[in-house]
């Protein structure tokens, strides 16, 4: 018997053995249900073929033709990817809608004998829940912000905090990118839809009753936007605030960005994409220094006469509280540890961990 279900918390979804996302390849990349399989019925080139077919020939042969490709990509799944599943297999299926896609691959399913269950509205039921938590509904859990100015240590300092048993939202991590001029991660970022389900996926499993540290950043992290749950609850954060010396921030800037510093001709690409109110002769100058390898005077050059006036600039248009300071006169792994724990204690009062 088929099983229906609309429910997608995380406890939910870690109750089945696979979820299965039917749809074509393309649809799957641009956002999926975290944590799922794709094992399209069609893919993307048999799908526009049908399509196409619907459209301007005879809509019974589409249907056939749309019928015979399922068919033949299904007996690939049984055989491939789902052929060492045994009868207690308990899959979660779904496709853009819920309708025909998923239901030709449940129909087979059951026909086998797994135990699926059918996901009620496809794809746009996950999608529904994603924008009514992150456009609808007031962030549940309370973040408290790791703020400070370029090469600080925030990261590396979430990163320990997660460690010590902390909540920690990496909004960087989830969008794949630094939130920087020189901020581009290896495989480019997801599309806004496939960053707010991740998003989404880990405000759900977050403890509400539980402070959770994240990175101050601005509206946008790379080209992906904060949702306006989420922003909303930032911008009313109270903050932790980190301060490092120029020259100490400036090595770890360079070893931080050490992909692009070791390729001259992306360090240069992004150098031309400096604000227009830095003038050509200063742009002229740091790419000179980019040329010539001197990259730890670039990045002293950057923090000191375009990153600190910005991070001064955005401090001033802000009045959130200031939970504590901490002073990090180097950024090495022991001083970065204590400045953890110095956070955790501080911690405390705002409930466990």
Known sequence: ???????????????????????????????????????PVLDDVQRAA????????????????????????????????????DGSFQPLVYCWRGGQRSGAMVTVMDQVGWPVTLLEGGYQTWRRQVTA???????????????????????????????????????????????SL???????QPSQ??????????????????????EAESSKI?????????????SAAPRIRLDSPVRVRAARTVRDYAAIAADPSALDAALTRLPRHIGKETVAAWRALAADGQVEALATELIVHHYDPAYRR???????????????????????AAAADQVVEGLAGFGPG
């Open 222 to 234: 790379g080209a992906r936007v904060i949702p306006p749950s989420l922003w909303a609850a930032m």
């Open 193 to 214: 839809k496939a960053f707010e389900s991740r998003l989404h996926d880990v405000l759900a499993r977050l403890d509400p009753a539980r402070p959770v540290l994240v």
């Open 1 to 39: 018997m088929i099983r229906r279900t609309t429910d997608l918390s995380p406890a939910a979804r870690g109750g089945f053995d696979a979820i299965i996302d039917v749809r074509s390849p393309a649809e799957f990349a641009l956002d999926h249900i975290p944590g799922a399989l794709n094992l």
């Open 50 to 85: 049908v399509g196409t077919e619907y459209v301007q020939g005879s809509k019974f042969l589409a249907r056939r033709h749309g019928a015979a490709l399922v068919a033949r990509n299904i007996a690939a799944h049984l055989e491939g990817a789902l052929g060492d599943r």
């Open 182 to 188: 020189f901020g581009a991660m290896p495989g480019g």
């Open 314 to 336: 955005q401090g001033q248009a802000g009045n959130a509280a200031e939970l504590a300071r901490v002073e990090l006169r180097s950024l090495a792994d022991a001083a970065l």
């Open 133 to 179: 938590a992150l456009y609808d509904t007031p962030l549940a859990v309370r973040p408290i912000l790791l703020d400070g100015p370029t090469g600080a240590g925030k990261t590396a300092l979430l990163s320990a905090l997660a460690e010590r048993g902390v909540q920690t939202l990496d909004l960087e991590a989830l969008a794949a990118h630094r939130g």
